[in-house]
C-alpha cells in the first residue's frame, strides 16, 4: 500500500492551496481517508476526514469553514482545499487511509496507512 502526498508549498497569509493524495494497492472505496497534520515540535494532530463514499466530512474546529476535504474514488484520490490559510496551518501535511469505520476518525491511531507528508509553509 502507497499513499502519495503533494501539493504543498509556500504561500502568503489569506492564500489558497490544495493538497492530493494519491493511493495504490489497496481498494481505495473501502477506506475512510484523513488528513493530519504536524508542526515543528508539537504532535500530529487532526484536520479532517472523509468516509469511503464521500458523504460524511469532519473537520478540527481550527481549519472549519476553511479547509474542505473531499475524495474520487475514480482516481483513487482524496484531496484537501486550504482557503484563507495563515501562519498556524504551517506544518507538514498527511494522507491516511483506515479501515476503522464505526469510530476513530480523529484518531490517528486508527488509522493504519500513511502517506510521506507534503510541506506547507504560510508566511505572514
Known amino acids: 500500500v502507497q499513499l502519495q502526498a503533494s501539493g504543498g508549498g509556500s504561500v502568503q497569509a489569506g492564500g489558497s492551496l490544495k493538497l492530493s493524495c494519491v493511493a495504490s494497492?489497496?481498494?481505495?472505496?473501502?477506506?475512510?481517508m484523513g488528513w493530519f497534520r504536524q508542526a515543528p515540535g508539537k504532535e500530529r494532530e487532526f484536520v479532517a476526514h472523509?468516509?469511503?463514499?464521500?458523504?460524511?466530512?469532519g473537520y478540527s474546529q481550527s481549519v472549519k469553514g476553511r479547509f474542505t476535504i473531499s475524495r474520487a474514488n475514480t482516481k483513487n484520490s482524496v484531496y484537501l482545499q486550504m482557503n484563507n490559510v495563515g501562519p498556524e496551518d504551517t506544518a507538514v501535511y498527511y494522507c491516511?487511509?483506515?479501515?476503522?469505520?464505526?469510530?476513530?476518525?480523529?484518531?490517528?491511531?486508527?488509522?493504519?496507512?500513511w502517506g510521506q507528508g507534503t510541506q506547507v509553509t504560510v508566511s505572514s
Open positions: 472523509i468516509s469511503q463514499n464521500g458523504g460524511t466530512t
Open positions: 491516511a487511509a483506515s479501515q476503522i469505520i464505526l469510530s476513530g476518525a480523529r484518531d490517528p491511531s486508527y488509522y493504519g496507512y
Open positions: 494497492g489497496l481498494t481505495f472505496s473501502n477506506y475512510r
